[in-house]
């Protein structure tokens, strides 16, 4: 079975900073895209960044300038670092892997971690 683990999450005072992490048991990991998403209560789930086989990267707009992901494809994990949290960035994180071509397609999502920003 594929698993994705996130951990990191956790209560943060308003421009405190947070780190999340991802494991990934996926066998080709190094193929998959990787992103984060949120989802906040009475809201949809929506996308954070992403970041390709590659290493290309792209974030919303909310969150340019204060979050980076990165990747470790020797260790099966994906990172995301959140500088100056927001309470708007109140949301449970989710870690995902994505692969669609000719030859495969697959989405996984991993069960989320809670990020609380309050004062």
């Known amino acids: 079975q594929v698993q994705l683990v996130e951990s990191g999450g956790g209560l943060v005072q308003p421009g405190g900073s947070l780190r999340l992490s991802c494991a990934a048991s996926l066998s080709i990991f190094s193929i998959y895209s990787m992103g984060w998403y949120r989802q906040a209560p009475g809201k949809e789930r929506e996308l954070v960044t992403t970041i390709t086989s590659g290493g290309s990267t792209r974030y919303a707009d909310s969150v340019k300038g204060r979050f980076t992901i990165s990747r470790d494809n020797a260790n099966r994990m994906v990172y995301l670092q959140m500088n100056d949290l927001k309470p708007e960035d109140s949301a449970v994180y989710y870690c995902?892997?994505?692969?669609?071509?000719?030859?495969?397609?697959?989405?996984?999502w991993g069960q989320g971690t809670q990020v609380t920003v309050s004062s």
């Open positions: 995902n892997a994505y692969i669609g071509n000719s030859r495969r397609e697959r989405d996984y």
